[in-house]
């Protein structure tokens, strides 16, 4: 497959591959003894993520400062004023989130001299922040986030404006993320190849299988791709 470039999701993909922030969050809330069902931790997740998208002071926050904004969040909409929860869920999510984009990092460093790398997220304006703190920044071409640029994905415009700044055709690149809905459908509708990352049992089930170029266990599966 000859790619030129490849741009990578954020939330689930290089800060926890094919590891929803939804459910790592509520596994962390079951393992400090919380009974949450899933359907009303959604929406207390949703309501966090749109006053992430609402607070202005979030482009400005590292990891630590966003991730206890969300719980922060999170807690009020459940009804929830247990600080030691709060401070147990926030500490092993971000101790999970920096321990895998140093793992990322250490694959993007072996695709950096093969391919142009770039991100393109659904996020709060700080996703420059924390790519440059874990160190991947200096590892990209172009760093897209809704926050920052008034676009998200899957509108195809958004996967447009960072081939623009890569300048790069549709089909020479690739975007790799772990949501079917707003990483593989929009990519796919921008005329890039789609690579969906799964995680390691694969077995998420695919209803157009046809937008799917490659369905990856691990990011380091990519390397095969750009030999």
């Given amino acids: 497959m000859k790619l030129r470039a490849i741009l990578f999701d954020y939330g689930g993909t290089l800060d926890g591959p094919a590891s929803h922030w939804l459910d790592r969050f509520l596994a962390l809330y079951r393992d400090a003894g919380l009974a949450l069902t899933f359907d009303s931790f959604r929406a207390a997740f949703d309501h966090a993520t749109q006053c992430g998208y609402a607070e202005p002071r979030a482009a400005q926050m590292d990891l630590p400062a966003l991730v ?17 929860v709060a401070q147990r869920v926030i500490g092993a999510f971000v101790r999970a989130s920096r321990q895998a984009l140093a793992e990322s990092r250490t694959v993007l460093v072996r695709l950096q001299p093969r391919v142009a790398l770039g991100v393109v997220s659904n996020f709060y304006g700080n996703v420059e922040r924390i790519l440059a703190e874990a160190g991947i920044a200096p590892l990209l071409s172009t760093i897209i986030d809704s926050g920052r640029v008034g676009l998200s994905k899957p509108s195809a415009e958004v996967f447009a404006l960072a081939l623009r700044q890569l300048g790069c055709a549709p089909a020479e690149a690739m975007y790799v993320g772990d949501s079917f809905e707003k990483d593989i459908v929009g990519a796919h509708a921008a005329g890039l190849r789609t690579a969906w990352l799964v995680g390691a049992t694969d077995e998420r089930p695919c209803r157009a299988p046809e937008l799917v170029d490659v369905r990856l266990r691990s990011l380091a599966e990519l390397e095969a791709l750009v030999a």
């Fill in 68 to 84: 206890a904004f969300h719980v922060a969040r999170q807690m009020e909409q459940l009804g929830l004023h247990d600080p030691a």
